[in-house]
């Protein structure tokens, strides 16, 4: 067997801020940290930070009024924030820079008038975030069937906002739909999709036509690992989404495959190189390789404690 490990892949400058504001909290702030919603979706983050003491939450009734509250990287409605410093919290913002971004934009078209038009999936937190900012203004729209039968008086002014971690092909299409359907549609400057999934998409491409098996490490409720999937899938490579290394199933392979392997942007590198760990005890491997495909230098600072 022969083994591509696509690079980017992995954490994320988004992921790695948020980590490290959870532990600047847990090293500088009395206990017990409290996260509203995961604060990024893997569940190895999850259990290491559950066993240092932190306590994530669903529903921000189960926190006490005056404990310390971090926001989760995929961002979180303007009303949560203002019940948590309501109810006396000391809240800090681990949002993703990129995700903050989105909110402003809808903030922005918002004030000035606009229907925004936003593309992503029902019910993730990024959207719920976002869509909190102007309820009565944003319409989440999920495919381009739907983007084609929508509906607004012809003095609406639109533009349209997208979720940071969709499928750059799958997103383009909807959009094509939108801007065929509303010629006048306002977009943003750069597109919403953040660089860390627009990378690790491309990686997949660029890999899938030389492997017969992708696999993709992360968590099941991830959605750019669930896109990677997709991605490779969508080329005519067969990927399997494994959130640990005792889900690696020999069937899916044969010795003499090439395989593919990636990893979300909230995917630990240990749990990936364990995940290789697993191939390596179920086959003998002839070549291994790491193909860049691209550098990302990209890094966030932290928010203040005090
Ligand atoms: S995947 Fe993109 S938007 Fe999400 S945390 Fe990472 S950099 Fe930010």
């Known amino acids: 067997m022969k083994i591509i490990m696509t690079a980017p892949r992995g954490f994320c400058a988004g992921v790695d801020r948020a980590i490290a504001i959870v532990d600047e909290a847990i090293r500088l702030l009395p206990p017990p ?5 995961e604060i990024v979706h893997n569940s190895h983050v999850i259990k290491s930070f559950r066993d240092k003491g932190v306590i994530f939450v669903e529903d921000l009734a189960t926190v006490p009024d005056g404990a310390s509250l971090i926001f989760n990287a995929h961002g979180v409605p303007p ?6 410093k309501r109810r006396g919290m000391k809240t800090i913002d681990a949002t993703c820079p990129l995700v903050t971004k989105v909110h402003f934009e809808a903030i922005r078209y918002a004030k000035a008038g606009y229907d925004i038009i936003l ?3 029902a019910g993730h937190p990024e959207v719920i975030g976002v869509l909190g900012e102007a309820p009565d203004r944003i319409h989440l729209v999920e495919d381009a069937a739907a983007a084609a039968k929508m509906e607004f008086p012809a003095s609406a002014r639109l533009a349209y906002i997208t979720q940071t971690t969709l499928s750059v092909d799958d997103c383009r299409i909807v959009i094509d739909a939108l801007k065929q359907r509303f010629p006048n549609i306002e977009e943003p400057k750069k597109s919403d999709i953040c660089y860390a999934t627009t990378n690790r998409q491309e990686a997949i491409k660029i890999v899938a036509g030389e492997v017969q098996v992708f696999l993709i490490v992360g968590s099941r409720n991830s959605s750019n690992s669930n896109r990677l999937r997709e991605v490779s899938e969508a080329v005519g490579c067969p990927a399997f989404l494994v ?23 909230s995917t630990p590198e240990h749990v990936v190189q364990s995940v290789v760990g697993r191939l390596r005890q179920l086959f003998p491997i002839d070549s291994f390789e790491e193909r860049v495909t691209r550098i990302e230098d990209e890094q966030f600072s932290l928010p203040r404690f005090n």
């Open 79 to 84: 009303a949560l924030v203002e019940e948590a």
């Open 33 to 37: 940290i409290y996260v509203n919603h």
């Open 119 to 121: 593309v992503g999936h």
């Open 243 to 265: 959130n640990s290394a005792d889900e690696v199933d020999a069937s899916w392979f044969r010795p003499e495959h090439t395989v593919g392997i990636s990893a979300g942007a």
